[in-house]
């Protein structure tokens, strides 16, 4: 739709030229309005001529649809709304003619391709290998697997990587935890260490280090077998998480060490070619970055005076070597408390020479578990947050997943387990994969009506003016904005805005489907214009949730 509206006015232009000489042709947006009432599209192209042509848009707007109106294959109205703003409404041929493009199932109309073959790298979840995923995580692994599958849709070149820290105070307190838990298995008495991990967790972790190690440990000092502990520990958490995820449906292409960053030198390295354009320097015996050079609200300490590097040292090294692999783009999902981390990082890549356009940051809002409109306890294993998994046992991960998307991830998110356990319109994603399994019951039902065993593709010869009321239209109308909400979350790394389009389309069939019979047993022809409409819905349904990484089912 957009691009046949882009390529309409162009063509308008190209002929105006020799009359306006006009060189080259603005930037002009073409959008669905906010009201049916001013149309399928709007372009501001005429707003957009008046300065360049020095006339008011209103006049540039009347000659530009004074030629417009004579295509009348493509558009049954153009007319001038406001102070110059094109609106166009579709014929009726253009839309049975998308109609069967769908039906063709055509994937260049689907999934317009905007990617060009680009590299992008997706790097999400990343959670500290020390404790269960949570749903906060879960969010965070929803939205980086939609924008990951988005992305690849659209053409673009997509790896996912997850970043493991496991280095730093963190996995050595896990390693300290599941210690002292591991000694207490052994009738011994020692103190868990100050900040350490009290789930429930952490003794099965312990109990698993008894039954593979045996008593090796005992007797031992933490500072002798300390970080022996504390890698092994961290290896059987990842193990977790790593299952956890594939349980959710992700998987990652890369699982980048950040200890590897340090064993195989890049921190040092990197750190050293700052120093050398005096991007680092020392103060008060710490070493710290430059970043208020290129935005951020102060300079940051890389080195401690101890010798001891920060987390921030790490980062430097490793975002450095993600552009160093040769990515048109990488995009990192944090949770939204790191908002503050996103300039200094930014900083970084301008202090290698990158450009900060290619780095993007998705911050992801705290997600409130409820259970009938109240909070939800806190995790007997995880002991003070709800791990991901035990959301996942009690409601599934294609409903999970769905819920996290149904709002902006940089918006605070209610999620009610109840409601999600329901069969009704008030669970969204229920709603959305009903309409889908609805659509393949009338193909079941169709040889007991008389119909015989319809082949899908048969379908696309069917006389499709038939579907002449307004609600045929208006499902068309529908089907086709799908290309454009596609288009757009790509565009924006919004992949919710599938989300909202498959609701609005689930809604909208089942309405169709309450008023409108489609297999009409008197009218063979009609029924049959009517299941190709049907299977159109469920072909853009099934894309939409192939999108967010859920199931359509056939049966429900």
């Known amino acids: 739709m957009r691009e046949t509206v882009r390529k309409s006015v162009l063509a308008a232009l190209e002929d105006l030229g020799d009359e306006w000489a006009l060189g080259e042709v603005p930037a002009f947006e073409v959008e669905v309005p906010r009201s049916d009432a001013h149309g399928d599209m709007a372009c501001n192209v005429a707003m957009q001529l008046a300065r360049p042509l020095r006339q008011s848009p209103r006049k540039i707007a009347e000659r530009i649809t004074g030629l417009l109106g004579q295509s009348s294959d493509l558009y049954a109205a153009v007319e001038i709304a406001g102070p110059g703003f094109i609106n166009f409404r579709f014929s009726s041929a253009f839309w049975y003619h998308s109609l069967g493009r769908i039906l063709g199932e055509d994937p260049t109309f689907l999934r317009p391709q905007t990617g060009g073959g680009k590299r992008v790298q997706v790097e999400f979840v990343s959670a500290n290998p020390t404790g269960p995923l949570h749903i906060g995580h879960g969010r965070g692994a929803a939205l980086g697997l939609a924008l990951s599958n988005l992305l690849e849709a659209a053409g673009y070149q997509v790896e996912r990587e997850f970043y493991v820290n496991d280095a730093g105070r963190q996995v050595r307190l896990l390693g300290l935890s599941v210690f002292a838990r591991y000694q207490e298995l052994l009738g011994e008495r020692v103190s868990m260490p100050e900040d350490g991990y009290h789930g429930e967790y952490v003794r099965d972790i312990a109990q698993r280090l008894l039954d593979e190690k045996g008593e090796r440990y005992r007797g031992l000092e933490s500072e002798e077998c300390g970080q022996e502990v504390a890698d092994w520990a961290c290896g059987v958490m990842l193990d977790e998480i790593r299952m956890d995820l594939e349980a959710f449906g992700v998987r990652f292409d890369t699982w980048k060490s950040e200890k590897e960053l340090y064993t195989n030198n890049a921190v040092q390295e990197a750190l050293s070619n700052l120093r050398k354009s005096d991007r680092v320097y020392t103060h008060e015996a710490a070493s710290w970055f430059r970043s208020s050079l290129f935005g951020d609200e102060k300079d940051r300490v890389v080195v401690k005076a101890n010798g001891e590097f920060t987390y921030f040292a790490s980062d430097i090294a490793y975002h450095k070597d993600k552009l160093d692999r040769g990515y048109d783009a ?21 202090a290698f020479g990158y450009d900060k356009s290619k780095f993007q940051v998705l911050l992801v809002q705290i997600v409130n578990l409820l259970r009938g409109g109240e909070p939800v ?7 003070d947050f709800i791990t991901l998994k035990e959301v996942v046992d009690e409601v599934g991960a294609d409903t999970t997943k769905f819920i996290f998307l149904t709002r902006r991830s940089d918006s605070h998110l209610d999620f009610d387990i109840e409601v999600a356990r329901e069969q009704s319109p008030e669970n969204p994603v229920y709603y959305v994969q009903y309409a889908h399994a609805r659509i393949n019951s009338i193909f079941r039902q169709a040889p007991a009506k008389g119909f015989g065993k319809i082949e899908k593709a048969s379908l696309r010869e069917s ?12 499902m068309i109308r529908m089907l086709c904005r799908y ?18 389009y498959l609701q609005e389309l689930a809604s909208l069939f089942h309405t169709y489907y309450t008023k409108h019979r489609v297999l009409v047993e008197e009218d063979h022809e009609l029924a049959r214009a009517r299941m190709a409409l049907a299977w159109a819905v469920e072909v853009v349904l099934k894309d939409g949730l192939s999108i967010l990484g859920v199931h359509a089912p056939e049966q429900m």
């Open 330 to 350: 990488i995009i990192d999902i944090w949770g939204a408390d790191h908002h503050g981390y996103v300039p200094r990082v930014s900083a970084v890549l301008q």
């Open 377 to 383: 306890k806190m995790s007997k294993r995880a002991g």
């Open 463 to 474: 006389n499709l003016t038939r579907l002449n009321e307004a609600e045929d239209i208006g």
């Open 483 to 500: 290309p454009l909400v596609f288009e757009d979350a790509a565009r924006t790394h919004e992949p919710h805005r599938i989300t909202f």
